[in-house]
């Protein structure tokens, strides 16, 4: 199994960030479990990014480290306090999951453990347990406008994540149109998996060694930059 183990990778944060260079003005944007809720941090107050929370939280800001700052009543999908925001909104659980499944949603980005060449997504069920949790990835997943799955390129045990298949339960099947890793950005299209952009210090080709699914190659793509 091929795992480049001394290539150059992204760390979370470094992957959170590029994620955040795709969000524009005017959107709402979910921000799932794990790596997504670290993508407020690198989104400038100025800019008019509306976050949401499934927890009932709209046009949060920034996460809080400073317990000082922290108030209980204002945290993101994972508990974390985050900044209040002006125009920022609190909504009952039962509003939060309307504006989800009433296609509010523009941009939901989820961590993923699998994302197929179509674009299906397993994200809640890891390999060898019995038992996962959906929360609330299965309304974004059908429901957003856009999903972008925000995941390291290979599991682990250095096992692929994009493949021509899915080998795990699915939260959904066809939602996925990007997928960020700490290696490259591939984009789900009509015609195939698109790599669109390389981690400097990689080649297209040892992109393609580490993804179980035929990648459509631009010549040349572009470097994955923050």
Known sequence: ??????????DQWAMAMRAAQDLHEGTVVNLGMGIPMLVSTFVEPEREVMFHSENGVLGFGRSIDD???????????GGQPVE?????SFLSHDES???????????????ALEVSVNGDLANFQPPGKIIGSLGGAQDLAFCAKK?????SHQAK??????LSAANLPL???????????DIAVVDITPSGAVLREVLAGWSADEVQQV???????PEPPLELSL
């Open 97 to 111: 999951f309307a504006l989800i499944r009433g296609g509010w949603i523009d941009v939901t980005i989820l961590g």
């Open 171 to 181: 939260t959904a099947p066809r939602c996925v149109s990007r997928i960020i890793t």
């Open 147 to 151: 999903v972008v799955a925000l995941m």
């Open 157 to 162: 045990d250095g096992s692929p994540k994009i």
């Open 1 to 10: 199994m091929t795992t480049f183990a001394d290539k150059p990778r992204l």
């Open 211 to 217: 993804t179980d699914a035929p990648l459509l190659v």
């Open 67 to 77: 317990p000082d700052l922290v108030d209980p009543n204002c945290i993101n999908a």
């Open 84 to 88: 209040r925001a002006p125009g920022m």
